[in-house]
């Protein structure tokens, strides 16, 4: 792996050197768009809306639409702008890792200390550890500031990314109504959570789509034809809620 940050955690008095790496990848296919007549790959050009024409990179410059009007943003107004702990992962306080609602979750980091840091590093992963508790931080990355919570995850400790409570859009414009939910209702829709419930095994929940999509291009390169599955009917099912739930609770017991 690729290391993409270089710095140091921030504990108290204590600094820990680090360099952060990617914890996650896309399982998603790395596919080409080309040009149907000759598969040739597309290129994407820099067009001025106006003039049609190309755009050299070293003329490009970034801007805020403002009122109507374009404010342009030099180099030095994002070096302003940037906390001066650019370098610096800074634990201001630690919670309970379960009190962060998962909408707030964005990527995950693994930590690796750096030869002088190791010890300091142990300390910290195995306060963490006994106390069951996450630290939450600030740092920049890519001239951006981002928060974070640090967490240990198999004796490591790795930095999950998380947004701001400005990033998170309100639900209060959604039209949802409450409803009036009977009590027999009510007790069949835990059943049937009780009966679907096991201990959490992410090794049992597989990329499906990416997994037959690439089934079918190792087919088509060996110029089999592919069968297109057909929907299977779906068998009407009662409108009433309850009837639904306990034909639910049925379908699983068989």
Request: aromatic share 8%; charged share 30%.
């Amino acid at each position: 792996m690729k290391s993409i940050w270089k710095g140091a955690i921030g504990f108290g008095l204590v600094n820990i050197p680090v360099k952060l790496y990617s914890a996650v990848q896309n399982s998603n296919l790395d596919l080409d768009m080309l040009d149907s007549r000759d598969l040739s790959k597309i290129k994407y050009q820099r067009i001025n809306e106006h003039s049609g024409k190309e755009v050299p990179y070293d003329r490009i410059v970034k801007g805020f639409l403002l009122k109507d009007n374009y404010v342009v943003l030099e180099e030095e107004d994002f070096a302003s702008a940037m906390p001066e702990k650019s370098k610096l992962i800074e634990l201001e306080n630690f919670v309970d890792i379960n009190d962060i609602n998962p909408v707030y979750y964005e990527t995950s980091y693994y930590a690796q200390p750096e030869t002088q840091g190791k010890k300091a590093y142990a300390l910290l992963l195995k306060a963490l550890q006994k106390s069951k508790k996450a630290g939450v931080a600030r740092f920049v990355l890519r001239s951006n500031e981002h928060l974070c919570v640090i967490h240990p995850l198999n004796n490591v400790l790795v930095i999950t990314r998380i947004r701001f409570q400005e990033e998170i859009r309100s639900a209060k414009e959604l039209e949802i109504e409450s409803e009036n939910i009977k009590p027999k209702e009510l007790e069949v829709g835990m059943a049937l959570i009780k009966q679907y419930s096991s201990d959490f095994d992410i090794s049992a929940f597989k990329d499906e789509y990416s997994l037959e999509l690439m089934k079918i291009i190792r087919a088509k390169a060996k110029g089999k034809k592919v069968v297109v599955k057909k929907m299977q009917p779906v068998k009407h099912v009662s409108d009433d809620l309850y009837e639904q739930l306990m034909q639910s609770l049925n379908k699983k017991r068989a």
